[in-house]
Antibody, heavy 119, light 109 residues
Framework: EVQLVESGGGLVEPGGSLRLSCAASGFTFSDAWMSWVRQAPGKGLEWVGR??????????DYAAPVKGRFTISRDDSKNTLYLQMDSLKTEDTAVYYC??????????WGQGTLVTVSS | QSALTQPASVSGSPGQSITISCTGTSSDVGSYNFVSWYLQHPGKAPKIMIY???KRPSGVSNRFSGSKSGNTASLTISGLQAEDEADYYC?????????FGGGTKLTVL
């Protein structure tokens, strides 16, 4: 059974930084593309970014609102996905979901972790 | 980056069929057969229901079906059940980025 468990969310001031982690199990993590999706309170889903697996160079793609501020990385030896968030803005407040990604689809989702950006 | 356009709400009675539309552009829905649909119950994580326009993941009821014509994709739910009441989101690949619809609230009357 696929399991994705996010951690690292919390309260941070505008301009601050936070790193989210996602522990994966139940599938061959090193062979999987992974992605982050977020959902602001009471709002819809928004794609944040994705990262390819080793054979494809592990290169990430980002949504325009976060490009240059967020960095997605992975440690295949630990089956863990990361989201480094810098220069945080109030509009980044959301539940952040870790997902297993393939061919334009988000196959499996974690339970999400809440990030609140507020002074 | 504009979101895909979905109706804010749809409703139907148990046993009926409903269709949710998802309208994009020639840069996303119209160009790729990578449209997916997600169901989200309140306070829960989304769950994939349809991928690559019309394919159902293992375990998803065959009451759910997907299609696409031009720049518009559709999700049809037949034989509505109370547990189908939820928010539904479409998503399309758009060339190195993914774009979601604004979501549709399905109410089972």
């Amino acid at each position: 059974e696929v399991q994705l468990v996010e951690s690292g969310g919390g309260l941070v001031e505008p301009g601050g930084s936070l790193r989210l982690s996602c522990a994966a199990s139940g599938f061959t993590f090193s062979d999987a593309w992974m992605s982050w999706v977020r959902q602001a309170p009471g709002k819809g889903l928004e794609w944040v970014g994705r990262i390819k697996y080793k054979t494809d160079g592990r290169t990430p793609d980002y949504a325009a609102p976060v490009k240059g501020r967020f960095t997605i990385s992975r440690d295949d030896s630990k089956n863990t996905l990361y989201l480094q968030m810098d220069s945080l803005k109030t509009e980044d407040t959301a539940v952040y979901y870790c997902t297993q990604y393939d061919s334009g689809s988000f196959l499996s989702w974690g339970q999400g972790t809440l990030v609140t950006v507020s002074s | 980056q504009s979101a895909l356009t979905q109706p804010a709400s749809v409703s139907g009675s148990p046993g009926q069929s409903i269709t949710i539309s998802c309208t994009g552009t020639s840069s996303d829905v119209g160009s790729y057969n990578f449209v997916s649909w997600y169901l989200q119950h309140p306070g829960k994580a989304p769950k994939i229901m349809i991928y690559e326009v019309s394919k159902r993941p293992s375990g998803v009821s065959n009451r759910f079906s997907g299609s696409k014509s031009g720049n518009t994709a559709s999700l049809t739910i037949s034989g509505l059940q109370a547990e189908d009441e939820a928010d539904y989101y479409c998503c399309s690949y758009a060339g190195n980025r993914l774009v979601f619809g604004g979501g549709t609230k399905l109410t089972v009357l």
